[in-house]
């Protein structure tokens, strides 16, 4: 019940990638942490797309919430897992490409 939007199949085809500390996730990841949000959080419908590599967030849309993003902390208590949503897929992304930026700051500060 639930496509990808089209900004993201576009940038996904276009071959653009994301930006760490964030990937995409693809596979056996992406069908394994579809599965486990499932079960941690049963009354919601998740289908996540990308995690952080240094933390256990994960964006998602959520079945029946049109285009929003939602940001999870993923192995959180029932009910406290959300942490922030975005009105699109591109709101997420902007702030993706922040977090980039100061990432890569403290990875090298001659930057």
């Not at 653009?16 to 942490?33: N, Q, V, Y």
């Not at 933390?55 to 192995?75: P, Q, S």
Request: glycine share 10%; proline share 5%.
């Amino acid at each position: 019940g639930l496509g990808y939007p089209r900004s993201f199949t576009r940038m996904v085809r276009a071959g653009l990638g994301f930006a760490s500390p964030w990937f995409l996730l693809e596979g056996k990841a992406l069908r394994d942490r579809a599965t486990g949000l499932s079960n941690r959080y049963p009354g919601r419908r998740l289908l996540p797309f990308a995690m952080r590599s240094d933390c256990d967030d994960v964006v998602c849309w959520e079945v029946g919430r049109g285009r929003v993003v939602v940001l999870i902390r993923d192995f959180a208590s029932a009910g406290s897992e959300s942490r922030h949503e975005f009105n699109d897929f591109y709101a997420w992304l902007r702030r993706a490409l922040e977090e980039m930026i100061e990432f890569d700051s403290l990875e090298d500060p001659q930057q």
